[in-house]
């Protein structure tokens, strides 16, 4: 390794985690949310099989519906052990009322990937949801892994209405819907009661709750919830009569 090769790998090293957390904090897409009441989001990431076939109907039998975030290159594979879902699976979901949002296609980090490659990447992932909904181009994004910098983050920022990050918070105020606030719902971090208290503030700040996770079936990674969990969820949504509204729904609002 040449000296000249030593200081780069040195300075991309020292310089990631800054601009990395800097990427969060940053608006680079400030809008102010002024919402008439709350309303809440409930999104599923990469999304496994289980996404669909177990927190679909809940959400559906509820009269709400929910915001899949999809991988191209991933469709029928195995991601963390997941099943993930394929081109059939999606459109059903889309004809069922659903949004269909994008993730990068092949789920790579976008702050490790340049800048032509990622939105090449982009492109295509939105050319295969296209495909399955009717010709429709996904409007929502989520960072996968929830990573982000300052270039990744610039180079994308217009590529879609709204692009969502896994920072815990509630969306109200001064957005950035470059990276957009979210809440997990995972069974071994979360619990009926503490989700309870993120819907009383939500209530209060008349904000917008954007729940995500990943699998939905009996026996959860640690990054999914249980459909009984679940379901609870959207039980105590239902009771506090809560709007329930996919994520482009919310942002047709906002940029009209």
């Known amino acids: 390794m040449t ?3 030593t200081i780069e790998s040195l300075k991309d090293k020292f310089l990631r985690g800054p601009s990395r957390r800097m990427s969060r904090i940053l608006p680079f897409r400030p809008y102010r949310l002024e919402l008439d009441r709350p309303v809440v989001s409930f999104t599923f990431d990469d999304f496994p099989c289980s996404a669909a ?3 679909g109907p809940i959400l559906e039998d509820a009269g709400m519906r929910g915001t899949y ?18 081109p059939d699976l999606v459109s059903n979901l889309f004809l069922n009322g659903h949004e269909i949002g994008a993730h990068t296609h092949k789920h790579i980090d976008v702050h490790k990937t340049p800048g032509q490659a990622l939105l090449a990447d982009l492109a295509q992932n939105k050319a295969e949801i296209a495909q399955l909904t009717d010709g429709r181009d996904p409007t929502s994004f989520a960072y996968p892994f929830g990573k982000l910098d ?4 610039f180079i994308i920022r217009n590529q879609f209405a709204g692009l969502r990050g896994i920072q815990t918070g509630l969306n109200t105020g001064i957005v950035d819907l470059a990276h957009l606030k979210a809440q997990e719902l995972y069974d071994c971090s979360s619990t009926l009661a503490s989700m309870g208290r993120v819907l009383d503030q939500a209530e209060i700040k008349k904000a917008w709750v954007i729940f995500y996770t990943h699998d939905v079936k009996p026996d959860p990674s640690n990054i999914g919830c249980s459909p009984g969990y679940f379901k609870q969820i959207v039980e105590l949504v239902r009771r506090r009569g809560l709007e329930v509204a996919t994520v482009s729904e919310v942002l047709a609002r906002i940029n009209r």
């Open 3 to 5: 000296s000249a090769t």
């Open 53 to 55: 076939e177990a927190a």
């Open 69 to 86: 975030y999809y991988a191209g290159w991933l469709a029928g594979r195995f991601e963390n052990g997941q099943k993930i879902a394929g």
């Open 150 to 153: 300052l270039r990744s983050k």
